[in-house]
């Protein structure tokens, strides 16, 4: 089968940084399901891992966590899903990456692909919708549809028009009664989060707590979910922002390490969220994540969520993915990059 890989971390400039590669067709067991892959979207996490981590002498390391395609053939112990089943999901970090033409994936963290969707679509979705599910409502413990529960409440999102922030201010608008406070530093995204449904806007490339209490918010920000690198940087400010008893939420490695003794005096937790802890640790509610996916296409295809694919760069080859890795060393993008086909 096609797939595509590196052998040694290189700088993506290099063309020995992502390779095309012929492998063997895997085989599903247990509760695998075999999935032909269709579509594949990039995130921040293929960059780092192909900087950082050299796959044993010999070897390639296959990259990409989030596809969308059609279930090939299923484990012995597979019950969710059947062959010609349409799915989308984000895999496991600990397990080969779906930049190949089959994927061995757990039933267990993979959602049927919304029907309204297609492949490309519905592959930017999964990664940033279990990361962006999981922070808002099972570590901070935000109440879903509870309008009334959390009207006067507020949340910032800092970084809200990259992919996981694209989702937050979605569900964060539309399952909650929050007020969503979005960061963007561009007109287009500026535009992009507003579109997508948040109350305002501030600049991180500005002073964040002039900004933020120039909206009238009263004692502060109840969460402040920062999605990037530089949630280290913006810690000061953070801790400035957030109200009383409130919590911050952290899914990157910043550069700098947060001084989180900035919040002790007003009692403010701190939640790291890492997607892959489910699948890695195969932890008792696993199947969540086959849950939370299913409700997000159920969402998609009611017209509530929308996809947050940006462009689809061509097809999944290495040429291709090295555009896409370049694009988001940038820091700079807009959505998901995505690609298709073979």
Known sequence: MKAVGYRKPLPISDRESLLDLDLPKPRPAGR???VA??????????????AAVAPPDGEAKILGWDAAGVVEAVGPEATLFKPGDEVF???????PGTDAEFHLVDERIVGPKPRSLGFAEAAALPLTSITAWEMLFDRFGIRQGAADAEKGRSLLIVGGAGGVGSMAVQLARQLTGLTVIATASRPETTEWVKELGAHHAVDHAKPLPEQVRSLGLDG?????????????SHFPAIAE????????GLIDDPPESPDIRLVKRKSVSVHWEFMFTRPVFRTADMIRQHELLAEVARLVDGGVLRTTHAETLGRIDAAT???????????????????EGF
């Open 32 to 34: 695998d399901l075999l």
């Open 321 to 339: 993915l090295r555009r896409a890795h370049a694009a988001i060393e940038t820091g700079r993008t807009r959505g998901k990059l995505v690609l």
């Open 37 to 50: 892959v269709k579509a594949v979207s990039v995130n921040p996490v293929d960059v780092k891992v192909r």
């Open 241 to 248: 922002i957030v109200a009383p008893q409130g919590k911050v």
């Open 220 to 232: 502060g920000v109840d969460y402040v979910f920062a999605t990037t690198t530089a949630g280290g």
């Open 89 to 95: 999901y984000a895999g496991s970090i600990d397990r």
